[in-house]
């Protein structure tokens, strides 16, 4: 679907398609344990997070140079463009590349030379938020932080976030790490509630004071929870798809976004890990239109929260561009 979007909740790792996947381990010399895209393909069948977490911390060894990043980020800033994401607000995995002898700065540059086209060439404009891998520890997040210093700021990273294996990994144990990332003007983002209980969305807003919900499904356990997050409309980046491959949901259609609408939370829909879960974000879109039988009004809803809730504070104007489309844009069928 074209509807003019903002995705919010995008792992650029998690874009990495087989083909892409295969080019990159032939030039860079890495043995993939799978005879070709299909067997890789046949891979994509996940129990839960950590199931597919493994492979998609595996996968990542092809992503060595400057020029591999920018093309995964070429690749999807492509795919986002041509489903109507106009801005995207882009996680990204340091420690997973660090530990295998790939520095912070081929990384981010990397990555950058693809974003500072992204505006020209596709018609997107971008921000980076750098993850911390939660089962890692709280020192490994603080050198991580000391690592990106010399990318802070507009153009590179804007934000932190918090992903990898949420269970038995509560927000506190990031709570200095959080802390020193708000005196460094770095917004504040983390995963909560996807696998994890209510109680960790709490933490996340009270011990590391974030500013947005990644996920968030699971609020809707908690009714004082969901008081708070519609009175303080904390936005939560919901990921339909990526909620059925991890079977957080069984079906799309149990999925929960409709109630959390009617309760009144600021929702947007976003992919999460589109090569690996079944599509980008114009087709979570399109997925719960049809399961849930969306109206064009919620859909645009949808679309609205996502500009709200983006980190364009510094850029209000370009906010109000892309909010007027929104409202101006004319749904096909
Ligand atoms: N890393 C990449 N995708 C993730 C997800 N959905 N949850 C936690 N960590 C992730
Ligand atoms: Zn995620």
């Given at each position: 679907?074209?509807?003019?979007?903002?995705?919010?909740?995008?792992?650029?790792?998690?874009?990495?398609?087989?083909?892409?996947?295969?080019?990159?381990?032939?030039?860079?010399?890495?043995?993939?344990?799978?005879?070709?895209?299909?067997?890789?393909?046949?891979?994509?069948?996940?129990?839960?997070?950590?199931?597919?977490?493994?492979?998609?911390?595996?996968?990542?060894?092809?992503?060595?140079?400057?020029?591999?990043?920018?093309?995964?980020?070429?690749?999807?800033?492509?795919?986002?463009?041509?489903?109507?994401?106009?801005?995207?607000?882009?996680?990204?995995?340091?420690?997973?590349?660090?530990?295998?002898?790939?520095?912070?700065?081929?990384?981010?540059?990397?990555?950058?030379?693809?974003?500072?086209?992204?505006?020209?060439?596709?018609?997107?404009?971008?921000?980076?938020?750098?993850?911390?891998?939660?089962?890692?520890?709280?020192?490994?997040?603080?050198?991580?932080?000391?690592?990106?210093?010399?990318?802070?700021?507009?153009?590179?990273?804007?934000?932190?976030?918090?992903?990898?294996?949420?269970?038995?990994?509560?927000?506190?144990?990031?709570?200095?790490?959080?802390?020193?990332?708000?005196?460094?003007?770095?917004?504040?983002?983390a995963h909560a509630g996807e696998e994890g209980p209510p109680a960790y969305i709490?933490?996340?807003?009270?011990?590391?004071?974030?500013?947005?919900?990644?996920?968030?499904?699971?609020?809707?356990?908690?009714?004082?929870?969901?008081?708070?997050?519609?009175?303080?409309?904390?936005?939560?980046?919901?990921?339909?798809?990526?909620?059925?491959?991890?079977?957080?949901?069984?079906?799309?259609?149990?999925?929960?976004?409709?109630?959390?609408?009617?309760?009144?939370?600021?929702?947007?829909?976003?992919?999460?890990?589109?090569?690996?879960?079944?599509?980008?974000?114009?087709?979570?879109?399109?997925?719960?239109?049809?399961?849930?039988?969306?109206?064009?009004?919620?859909?645009?809803?949808?679309?609205?929260?996502?500009?709200?809730?983006?980190?364009?504070?510094?850029?209000?104007?370009?906010?109000?561009?892309?909010?007027?489309?929104?409202?101006?844009?004319?749904?096909?069928?």
């Amino acid at each position: 679907m074209s509807l003019p979007k903002a995705e919010l909740h995008l792992h650029i790792e998690g874009t990495l398609e087989p083909e892409l996947a295969f080019e990159l381990a032939a030039r860079n010399g890495v043995a993939l344990p799978y005879a070709d895209t299909d067997e890789l393909r046949e891979a994509y069948r996940f129990e839960d997070l950590q199931s597919f977490l493994n492979l998609y911390y595996e996968l990542m060894a092809v992503l060595r140079t400057e020029s591999d990043f920018e093309e995964l980020a070429d690749a999807y800033l492509a795919r986002a463009a041509a489903q109507g994401v106009r801005h995207a607000e882009i996680f990204f995995d340091p420690q997973a590349h660090i530990s295998r002898g790939v520095e912070m700065g081929t990384v981010v540059e990397g990555l950058g030379r693809a974003l500072d086209r992204g505006e020209a060439v596709h018609g997107v404009s971008t921000r980076l938020i750098m993850c911390f891998l939660r089962d890692e520890s709280a020192e490994s997040a603080m050198e991580t932080l000391e690592a990106a210093k010399p990318y802070l700021g507009a153009g590179r990273i804007v934000g932190v976030g918090l992903d990898s294996a949420e269970v038995g990994h509560p927000p506190r144990k990031f709570r200095e790490v959080y802390e020193a990332a708000a005196a460094m003007g770095l917004r504040r983002v983390a995963h909560a509630g996807e696998e994890g209980p209510p109680a960790y969305i709490v933490e996340a807003l009270d011990v590391l004071g974030v500013e947005r919900i990644d996920h968030g499904l699971r609020c809707m356990e908690d009714p004082e929870l969901v008081a708070r997050l519609v009175r303080d409309r904390v936005p939560l980046t919901l990921c339909p798809l990526s909620n059925v491959r991890l079977r957080a949901v069984d079906v799309l259609a149990e999925h929960p976004l409709v109630a959390m609408l009617d309760a009144g939370l600021v929702c947007t829909v976003n992919s999460d890990d589109p090569a690996y879960f079944g599509g980008y974000a114009g087709d979570n879109f399109d997925a719960v239109r049809e399961a849930l039988g969306l109206s064009r009004e919620r859909l645009r809803e949808l679309a609205r929260n996502s500009f709200v809730a983006a980190f364009l504070d510094d850029d209000e104007e370009r906010r109000a561009r892309y909010l007027a489309e929104v409202e101006a844009y004319e749904f096909g069928g």
